[in-house]
């Protein structure tokens, strides 16, 4: 008779524990759709979501930055950027608002003049406004833009380089070439102007 009372009454938890089981079954679905439609309203209201009305998040701008004439001052005086104002020197009053920041190419370039029997022979120098990191470029880069270089200077006639306007116009070619090379290899050219260090017409 003990046997029977006993077996009588473990019954019912059993029932208790199943219907309780079944309610979390039922409710989790629910609680997974609630988190993941306020997970998803609350990305729409930060902007996360692509065409939410939010702009995306910044991605870091690892291109070169321009370097304004005070801050190339400020740091080569040895100040730190924290005293540093960052406000450039307007163009016009006192030069470029921009500091210059200079590379000669170590080899001279040696090239044929179109349909000439002369050469030409260049030493040449760049210049940008840019940070190290354009000059970087240009090392890293420099077999690429010494062959552009040497397919510009190709395409040169001798009336373009027995006058100063050739030569300027010859410059700015270059300035092309090698901001072409440089963005097709890094996204960014950044080369502002091209001089000549050396420049003899055989």
Do not use: C
């Amino acid at each position: 008779m003990m046997t029977e009372t006993t077996i009588e009454e473990a019954a019912p938890p059993k029932k208790k524990r199943s219907l309780l089981k079944l309610m979390l079954l039922a409710l989790l679905p629910l609680v997974l759709i609630g988190g993941g439609v306020g997970g998803g309203l609350y990305a729409a209201q930060a902007g996360w979501l692509p065409g939410a009305g939010g702009a995306a998040p910044a991605a870091r701008d690892d291109r070169p930055q321009l370097v304004p004439k005070s801050e190339q001052a400020h740091a080569e005086a040895g100040g730190s950027d924290e005293e540093n104002t960052g406000t450039p020197t307007p163009a016009g009053e006192g030069g470029e608002a921009y500091a210059s920041n200079y590379y000669a190419l170590e080899k001279e370039f040696t090239s044929n003049l179109q349909n000439s029997v002369h050469f030409v022979q260049a030493g040449l120098a760049i210049s940008t406004h840019y940070d190290d990191r354009v000059i970087q470029n240009l090392r890293t880069h420099e077999i690429a833009v010494r062959s552009a270089v040497l397919m510009a200077l190709s395409e040169t006639t001798e009336e373009e380089v027995f006058t100063t306007e050739g030569k300027r116009q010859l410059e700015a070619r270059l300035v092309n070439a090698i901001n072409g090379v440089l963005q097709e290899k890094e996204g960014f050219g950044g080369i502002g102007n091209v001089y000549f260090t050396n420049f003899i017409v055989q």
